[in-house]
C-alpha cells in the first residue's frame, strides 16, 4: 500500500483504521522545528512531549521512529496549515507531501488536521498557567501539537462510525 492511501483528513476515517485504538502521535510542522506530542491508546488525553530540530526529512523520520517504537504508536496527526479563509498555500502543500513521505516510511495512517488557531490556543493556555515567556518560547510548538492531536482524537472519538 502507498503512502497516499493511508493519507486522510477525515477523523471518521482514522477512528475506521484504527478500531481498538492506540497511541498516536501528533505532529506539528514548522520550518525549524517539529512540535511533538502523545495521546494515549484510548485516545483520551493529548500531551505535549517535545520539540524536535527539523531537518531533511531522513533524519526526522529517524527521530520519530525512535518514539514510534518506544510508544507503540499506531499513527500520526499532523497539523495543515490552513490560511484563516480556509485556502491552502504553500506550507499546506508542504505538509501534504510530508503526511505521505510519513505514511510511506511507517506504513501508519496519518490524520492531517486544520491547525488554525492551535499555536495561539496554546500560548493562551500557558498564559492562563504563568508560563514564562521564555518557557513559552521552548514549549510552544509541542503545545501546539497537543492542541491539534486533542481536537482530532476528540473529533475521532465521537466519529459515527459506518
Given at each position: 500500500m502507498g503512502g497516499s492511501e493511508l493519507v486522510g483528513e477525515s477523523a471518521a476515517r482514522l477512528a475506521e483504521a484504527l478500531p481498538d485504538g492506540g497511541a498516536l502521535i501528533g505532529l506539528d510542522l514548522g520550518t525549524k522545528t517539529i512540535g511533538v506530542a502523545v495521546c494515549d491508546a484510548g485516545w483520551r488525553f493529548a500531551n505535549a512531549l517535545k520539540t524536535l530540530p527539523r531537518g531533511k526529512f531522513g533524519r526526522d523520520?529517524?527521530?520519530?521512529r525512535q518514539l514510534v517504537d518506544e510508544r507503540g504508536i499506531r499513527g500520526f496527526v499532523l497539523g495543515l496549515p490552513r490560511n484563516m479563509d480556509g485556502s491552502e498555500g504553500p506550507r499546506a502543500q508542504a505538509s501534504r507531501a510530508y503526511a505521505r513521505n510519513l505514511a510511506e516510511?511507517?506504513?501508519l495512517p496519518v490524520l492531517l488536521w486544520d491547525e488554525r488557531w492551535s499555536t495561539k490556543s496554546a500560548d493562551d493556555a500557558m498564559i492562563g498557567l504563568d508560563v514564562s515567556r521564555r518557557k513559552r518560547a521552548e514549549r510552544i510548538d509541542a503545545e501546539?501539537?497537543?492542541?491539534?492531536?486533542?481536537?482530532a482524537i476528540d473529533a475521532a472519538s465521537n466519529a459515527p462510525l459506518d
Open positions: 523520520r529517524d527521530a520519530l516510511a511507517f506504513a501546539a501539537a497537543a492542541v491539534i492531536l486533542q481536537a
